[in-house]
């Protein structure tokens, strides 16, 4: 059975795209068969993962736009267990265009229909707002990961989301899960011990295990257009992300 995770708060800059990315190439290592999909209309995982323009034959915006099957849009990557589909939405006028096609929630569900079995793991980056892509992207999801930047919990974001979800579970999908916060960028001070820890008088059931820790080699593995476990895989940063691997598949 295929699992849908979209990753996903209402915050920027917290490690969505890096942790999309990073999970999606971990599972694939773990050879379970993953599709990354990025619905960030300004969506950096083509650049993770090595995409240059030349190389993007067809991506998300065919598929709000209705013009193209999700078959035409799916790429091959180095990883021979991982799809992806990009975000190609790289003008104004297509952004604004497609801006209101996804006002329809249910584009990408119906898109994911004939291939979702295809498929153990489908992994969502989210843009940092609560609707048109996101919606669509929640709605055919079955759980969300929500990465919070360590040492800057943005609880109120948390609570955004939170809202939300509730809204999304009367409106569009009555059975999305959390599958997890994944605490991010994380380095063993004292700020981020106070911080984790109030996430865990919060947050506790949802905490997940495996912590982010802060590198510099994501930075750097994303410059070469690589996901960190085909750049550096003895890494800190590449080990954890195998763990959150590890620990999502055993979850499910
Ligand atoms: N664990 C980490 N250690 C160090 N830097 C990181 C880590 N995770 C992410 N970064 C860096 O932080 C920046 C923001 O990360 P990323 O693009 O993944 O965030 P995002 O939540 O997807 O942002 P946006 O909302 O703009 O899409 C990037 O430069 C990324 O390389
Ligand atoms: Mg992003």
């Not at 773990?30 to 240059?52: C, M, N, Q, W």
């Not at 065919?62 to 180095?78: G, P, R």
């Not at 905490?207 to 590198?215: A, D, E, G, Q």
């Amino acid at each position: 059975m295929s699992k849908i995770i979209s990753v996903c708060i209402p915050k920027g800059g917290v490690g969505k795209t890096t942790t999309a990315v990073n999970l999606a190439a971990s599972l694939a290592v773990a050879e379970k068969k993953t599709l990354l999909i990025d619905v960030d209309p300004y969506g950096s995982s083509a650049l993770a993962l090595g995409f240059t323009p030349d190389k993007i034959k067809a991506g998300i915006s065919d598929i709000f736009n209705l013009s193209k099957n999700i078959s035409f849009a799916i790429h091959k990557t180095e990883l021979e267990f991982l799809d992806y589909v990009p975000s190609n939405v790289n003008s104004m006028i297509t952004d604004e265009k497609i801006s209101k096609f996804s006002d329809n929630r249910v584009i990408l569900k119906n898109a994911l229909k004939d291939i979702k079995e295809s498929y153990d793991f489908i992994i969502i980056d989210c843009p940092p707002i609560l609707r048109g892509f996101t919606t669509n992207a929640i709605t055919t999801s079955d759980s969300i990961l929500i990465p919070i930047q360590s040492g800057h919990l943005s609880l109120d974001a948390l609570d955004k989301l939170f809202e939300y979800l509730e809204w999304v579970r009367d409106v569009c999908n009555p059975t999305i899960q959390i599958e997890g916060i994944l605490l991010t960028m994380y380095e063993e001070d004292k700020v981020m011990q106070i911080s984790a820890r109030e996430l865990q008088q919060r947050y506790s059931q949802y905490l997940l295990n495996t912590k982010i820790p802060f590198t510099n080699l994501l930075n750097e593995a994303m410059f070469y257009g690589k996901p960190l476990c085909l750049y550096n895989i003895s890494s800190g940063g590449s080990e954890a992300y195998l763990k959150l691997a590890g620990e999502i598949i055993s979850k499910n």
